[in-house]
């Protein structure tokens, strides 16, 4: 099995920074790219960022120039610092790995439980 587990979500002022971490654990052989989706309320869940295992990074342009994601490849973590936060970054955020398994040939996808981030205007 592979587990990620998040951490860092909180209630913050409009204006204000979080950090968020994920450590992922399990049977993991390799894991490819690492990041953050959101899903607000009534909404779909959308990608934040990607961190490839190469260190490329992709960003949703809501938060371009205000979020930076990181990665420990050794600690099989992930990182989102997000600062300048907004009430619309009002939010569960899912960490998300693909991730192959030992002795598996292939990659999957695999996602936390979420951390909730609320910021207030």
């Known amino acids: 099995q592979v587990q990620l587990v998040e951490s860092g979500g909180a209630m913050v002022q409009a204006g204000g920074s979080l950090r968020l971490s994920c450590a992922a654990s399990g049977s993991i052989f390799s894991i490819d790219d690492m990041g953050w989706d959101r899903q607000a309320p009534g909404k779909q869940r959308d990608l934040v960022a990607r961190?490839?295992?190469?260190?490329?990074?992709t960003y949703a342009d809501s938060v371009k120039g205000r979020f930076t994601i990181s990665r420990d490849g050794a600690k099989k973590m992930v990182y989102l610092q997000m600062n300048s936060l907004k009430a619309e970054d009002t939010a569960v955020y899912y960490c998300?790995?693909?991730?192959?398994?030992?002795?598996?040939?292939?990659?999957?996808?695999?996602w936390g439980q979420g951390t909730q981030v609320t910021v207030s205007s």
């Open positions: 998300t790995a693909n991730v192959r398994r030992w002795g598996s040939l292939g990659y999957s996808d695999y």
């Open positions: 961190v490839s295992s190469g260190g490329t990074t």
